[in-house]
């Protein structure tokens, strides 16, 4: 699936969450050891300026995890670089890789589905 990809590594993170750069080096490092090359990455934070620190930890949308401007921000970077994977570090569900995808223009993965071991 990453073999001799362009990648994108795309990640929603808790704006009290300190280690996203951490958690983006680990992935990043899975991928180019599945010989995937990572071109971009694109980081959402979600601090309490949007909705308050009980909302920390929700996606922005439940169609596509981002806020719709970090969606299309991401879209343009995917489509202008020529990603053929974007990776999440969250979890996705299936109609999320599906609504990403077509807004991307790339296959779409979360990291429930890419770990290591495939």
Not at 3 to 8: E, F, I, R
Not at 27 to 32: I, R
Not at 49 to 69: D, E, I, N, W, Y
Not at 94 to 114: W, Y
Request: hydrophobic content about 45%; proline content about 3%; charged content about 20%.
């Amino acid at each position: 699936m990453l073999a001799g990809a362009d990648v994108a590594l795309v990640g929603l993170f808790s704006g009290r969450d300190s280690e996203f750069g951490a958690k983006l080096d680990v992935l990043a490092a899975s991928v180019e050891a599945h010989g995937g090359r990572v071109v971009s990455r694109h980081v959402q934070r979600r601090g309490v300026s949007h909705g308050g620190a009980s909302k920390m930890a929700v996606p922005f949308s439940r169609q596509t995890l981002l806020s719709p401007g970090k969606a299309r921000e991401v879209a343009q970077a995917c489509r202008a670089a020529g990603v053929g994977v974007a990776v999440f570090v969250n979890p996705l569900t299936e109609r999320q890789r599906a609504v990403l995808g077509d807004m991307f223009g790339c296959l779409v993965v979360g990291g429930d589905l890419f770990t290591p071991s495939q």
